[in-house]
């Protein structure tokens, strides 16, 4: 370190990706992350000339991926030239997304403008399943979801499927996941194999990420956190106006932080973990013991937990005291999130937000009393309940994203050169 | 959240810094990054033409920022004509960087290529001072450096100011800091006023981590963490060759992270911070019990850490289980980090990694244990304890980045347009 390393001609950064990005390509998503939007706003955010936007757009409209739309001029009773924008033409490609989960899987149809056209779910058994049972939970549900949209399978221009558990991205490995009894699957390819369609997989906290990204909060953010609390916690990080997902694509594991030294043991086999304190089996194990239950007859997690915030709503202390302390432990959680991160905003979403504990006035303040003080506002936190078709929404966007990085990408940006 | 919408006219994200940054801005930041380079490869990084970049050397040439250097070409002997190559020029500017801690502040003064061109330190008693008191210390510091150097004041183009605490860069305000007694206090403005030299301030440990963007790591990693252990616990994220700051620039707080519910008390007023585990005063006040201290005659803490530490090497059980227990608490936080960012390497620095129990055998063990398993290859720990040179080095980066955007920034990329 010092004043001689500066005279070395050193491993030259490779160049970012965001200078790099064909400008046909970021005219596009720039349409597309704005719904509708003015030629002179588009060059205006992008900083180039209006003829550089006006080659592109025309390329795109050419290619058939976006078009002109009269754009109603707010304030104004319909009088005189509409205002033109541009928008992406949802005709364009119809993709289909998919949560798969410990429950039920989900999927979606939607249009390249990310309009849903068809929604459906199967139901499954909790637990691991072999690839091959879930390749046909895959199918079948596909088949379902397509015909309720009205369109073939051979329609479709990509798949995109969210998975709990750690998922790389970029290589479309399952390294690890609750659905899976094997380690290590090429999902994505073995997908691809039996559906015959372009499929991208990844963590399903990142696919809510992604949604609220493109549909959601991310219109106005550069920077939010999800945190998704269901069979376990998930996270998924926007920074910048895109998702963070590590340097191998495996992090954002909050659910496997360690809040406790030797603590309470996890799914993943590891001790401490913020899931072992805060998802359904955790609660569940201790409501077997609150419930006085015999071990020979335990019902479902799901009927065992309505039946335990049944009693604790009724006043029962123990029951209380186990719905309590994992509010605490998920307060710990979502303050650590904002003393990492100090996001512009957590959005919690998940199925789990039922239990109301979990965004009870207690927790939320203890959460604040465990985010550093700095005299500065904390982050607000938003309850996005909405359900699986989000998840899978967000697994539809990243087959779009898929789809539009096949059509667009790769093309030098002729403004620049 | 729905197809609908898609149909509206949402509000517009605002355009990313990157694809706004003018060409000239990024043809110098990318000479600066890669030391010395050649314009064709410059070219190639940019993904821009030739001519593109030619005109914005030639402009930067004139403008006395960067020079031609005749680059050695490896592995020829010398016949032949040398490549020329691309290097930013030292003579420029000169600014000064600066570190305050608890126990000594340290300067440096380097030119505009980042080659120091003298360091000069000045002790102080620990605990908070006035800001008066600070102001006093950085005045004397800079006229020392500064001699040291062989410069007046008025050479210098700016000054940057680390700060343990939390600290927004953007607005020059020390919210919290160890050093100072007052919280908010408009600190990049009072030392304006005092010194006369723009100034920029930030958290110490975001500058350890611009430090290794700028000379050391980030050179060929685009992801990478920097974990600070001294007086408190720091850190700083470098995400897509960027800091990450935070969105109201107050992210980063490992030291404050909670890892225990209800656990120990911490200097910032809070219990369970991963600080009140790691810190010298945490070890400090669980010395005094091991060592059967009176309370009236307690030495200082760095003379009562040695005395803990020389105990623990000749065997005292107590003792050790002072640094075991600080050791795996520090295990914890790194698997913390590693599992929330996934970072390509993680870099220790800091004064107290003179104390070997902090990166032992064991306690890399141990956070290798904490870290989710993914069956993927952990990533690498490197230990940079290279003092306070480094720091205030990293605060002088902070300057010159000033004093280069006040320079180029604001210009629109001309090749795009």
């Not at 479902?300 to 309505?306: A, G, I, N, W």
């Not at 904390?378 to 996005?384: A, C, Q």
Request: glycine share 10%; charged share 20%.
């Amino acid at each position: 370190m010092g004043a001689e390393d500066r005279q070395g001609c050193g491993p030259l950064i490779a160049p970012s990706s965001e200078s790099m990005r064909p400008l046909r390509q970021q005219v596009f998503e720039r349409v597309r992350a704005s719904g509708l939007i003015p030629r002179v706003q588009l060059a205006k955010d992008l900083g180039v000339s209006p003829a550089s936007v006006t080659t592109s757009t025309s390329e795109l409209i050419e290619m058939g991926y976006i078009e002109e739309v009269a754009a109603p001029r707010p304030g104004e009773s319909g009088r005189g030239r509409p205002a033109v924008a541009l928008g992406v033409r949802g005709a364009a490609h119809c993709v289909a997304g998919m949560k798969l989960s410990d429950r039920e899987h989900t999927a979606v149809v939607v249009d390249f403008a990310g309009n849903m056209l068809a929604g459906d779910a199967v139901a499954r058994d909790p637990g691991p399943s072999t690839v091959e049972e879930l390749l046909a939970a895959v199918e079948l549900l596909l088949d379902k979801v397509c015909a309720k949209a009205g369109v073939a399978r051979s329609d479709l221009s990509a798949l995109g499927i969210g998975v709990p558990g750690f998922v790389d991205h970029a290589e479309g490995m399952v390294h690890w996941s609750s659905t899976l009894a094997a380690r290590s699957v090429p999902l994505a390819q073995a997908v691809e194999g039996r559906t015959g369609l372009p499929t991208a997989i990844d963590n399903d906290a990142n696919l809510v990420a992604l949604a609220e990204l493109w549909f959601g909060a991310g219109r106005s953010l550069a920077d939010f956190a999800v945190v998704t609390i269901e069979h376990g916690v998930g996270m998924g990080f926007v920074m910048n106006h895109k998702l963070y997902r590590g340097a191998q694509r495996l992090g954002l594991e909050l659910g496997h932080t360690k809040v406790q030294l030797d603590g309470a043991l996890c799914r993943c086999g590891q001790r401490g973990c913020l899931e072992a304190y805060v998802a359904d089996y955790a609660l569940a194990r201790e409501a077997v013991t609150a419930l006085n239950l015999n071990h020979r007859n335990i019902p479902s997690v799901p009927v065992l937990l309505e039946s335990l915030f049944a009693q604790a709503r009724e006043g029962n202390g123990t029951a209380r005291s186990i719905f309590k302390r994992a509010g605490r432990y998920l307060a710990l959680g979502l303050a650590n999130v904002v003393n990492i991160f100090d996001p512009a905003l957590i959005i919690l979403s998940g199925e789990r937000m039922k239990y109301d504990y979990l965004y009870a006035a207690e927790t939320l303040a203890e959460m604040q009393d465990l985010v550093i003080n700095s005299g500065r506002p904390r982050p607000p936190i938003e309850i996005h309940a909405w359900g699986d078709l989000l998840w899978a929404h967000g697994a539809a966007a990243l087959a779009l994203q898929g789809v539009t990085e096949r059509a667009l990408g790769g093309l030098r940006d002729i403004a620049a050169q």
